[in-house]
């Protein structure tokens, strides 16, 4: 009988190793049978520590107890978060042979709490917008979206039941719409991210890819915290209008709208919420403080390895370098401003439904698609969640964006698990 446990969502496979009914170590051995058949394909790992994965499990198969929230599950390690024996390329040429010989501190919570490092994952050039060698593996011929391109592939094709990612514009909430697998942006400041490749410090967030809501809620307990499990009420909810909602394609605009029916028919309170006119200058701001604060993260690279640039990152620093100490600290004030606005929306609204993108994953490999819709939300330090809801006109995810107040991170993990199942 052919061992398909890598089908399974992260909770239903700690599930049955605590029963035991599921040994660590055939997990693994699925989840590297699954990458040795599509890896030529789909091209999510940038290394895969077979060996270490199966000492690992075979440990803690040797437990008594689980001894953790994560006991036994495979993580995908996103190539700009440093593993101790496996090299953190960070998608780059000039890292190509770096290894820490530590793990980053999220690694090291994770593994603690049971977590067995498969390999590190596909990333896009420093986590930017040089696109990685990773494939849709929905359809081979279409963007997985980055910059956690290789995480969300993996996940989604099968290869790991968990990945981490992180997102300084929408490198985590996108490629989660793309490929169709749950996708969670925490709280600004919510993890430790020592041992992590800095792109723009103010705002690189870690988030982490699943195939269900209440695997994340696993991974958060993995950090101490408590899950909520039930909500009291259905939630009250806030379909988004934002400056650039025409942006969206007309197809996922209707999906957004088919979802907000959805909620609406199971009991949620969903009424429209529209973001100030103001906000129409929340992308700039959140590109100007990007570019600016690449600038200062590569310095050192730059000052030593600039030829090893793409045009795309080379195109970053100039865009960095134009930015005024003026126009920072106005990009700066903008967040500020749309914050304190947006404590209007929380008295009224226990979350925000959007766009998680624009629609489909475009077609190509050469880029990994516009993060339009999660730029706003990055900068403004919120929890964000993807959630997989139909298909587009050519057979590809999409989903829809949970959005909650900066800190309500467990209670929007709790409201995600209730319109999942709505949704489903």
């Known amino acids: 009988m052919a061992n398909t446990s890598n089908r399974l969502s992260a909770g ?95 690694v090291s919570q994770l593994v603690k709490a049971g977590a067995i490092v498969l390999g590190k994952s596909v990333t896009t050039e420093f986590a930017g917008a040089h696109a990685g060698k990773t494939h849709n593996p929905h359809n081979l011929r279409h963007t997985p979206a980055g910059s956690s391109s290789g995480s969300a592939a993996a996940v989604a094709d099968f290869m790991a039941p968990i990945g981490y990612g992180t997102q300084t514009a929408g490198s985590v909430i996108r490629p989660g719409a793309f490929n169709g697998v749950v996708a969670y942006k925490g709280s600004f400041g919510w993890a430790d991210m020592t041992g992590i490749k800095a792109y723009a410090p103010s705002l690189d967030t870690l988030g982490f890819f699943a195939r269900e809501a209440n695997d994340l809620a696993l991974v958060r307990a993995a950090y101490g915290h408590a899950p909520e499990d039930t909500l009291k009420a259905p939630p009250r909810i806030g379909l988004v209008q934002l400056p ?122 050469g880029n990994t698609g516009d993060p339009v819709f999660n730029r706003a939300w990055t900068l403004l330090g919120t929890p964000c969640i993807a959630l997989p809801f139909n298909t587009g006109p050519f057979g590809l995810p999409l989903s829809v964006q949970l959005v909650g107040r900066p800190g309500s991170d467990d209670r929007l993990i709790a409201a995600a698990r209730w319109i999942e199942q709505v949704l489903s």
């Not at 394909?41 to 008594?64: C, F, P, T, Y």
């Not at 088919?258 to 949620?268: C, P, W």
């Not at 929380?346 to 994953?361: I, Y």
């Open 12 to 106: 239903e496979a700690v599930l049955r190793m605590a029963r035991k009914r599921l040994k660590a170590r055939d997990l693994v051995e699925a989840c590297l049978d699954r990458i040795e058949k599509r890896e030529g394909q789909v091209h999510a790992w940038e290394a895969i520590d077979a060996e270490g994965a199966r000492k690992r499990a075979d440990q803690l198969d040797k437990r008594a107890k689980p001894v953790g929230p994560l006991h036994g599950i495979p993580l995908a390690v996103k190539d700009i978060i440093c593993t101790r024996t496996m090299p953190t390329t960070c998608g780059s040429p000039i890292y190509r042979d770096f290894v820490a010989g530590r793990d980053a501190a999220c």
């Open 244 to 365: 650039w909602s025409d942006l969206s394609e007309p197809y996922n605009t209707r999906n957004l709208q088919e979802a907000a029916r959805a909620l609406r028919a199971a009991g949620a309170k969903v009424r429209a919420w529209e973001a100030p006119e103001s906000w129409s200058g929340l992308l700039q701001a959140q590109h100007r403080i990007m570019t600016r604060e690449a600038t200062r993260s590569f310095r050192g690279e730059r000052e030593r390895f600039a030829p090893l640039f793409s045009p795309s990152l080379q195109g970053v620093m100039a865009e960095g370098d134009a930015v005024s100490a003026k126009q920072y600290a106005d990009a700066k004030k903008r967040k500020r401003a749309a914050l304190a606005q947006l404590e209007e929306a929380w008295q009224r609204f226990d979350l925000l439904l959007a766009p998680a993108a624009k629609g489909e994953a475009p077609a190509g490999l």
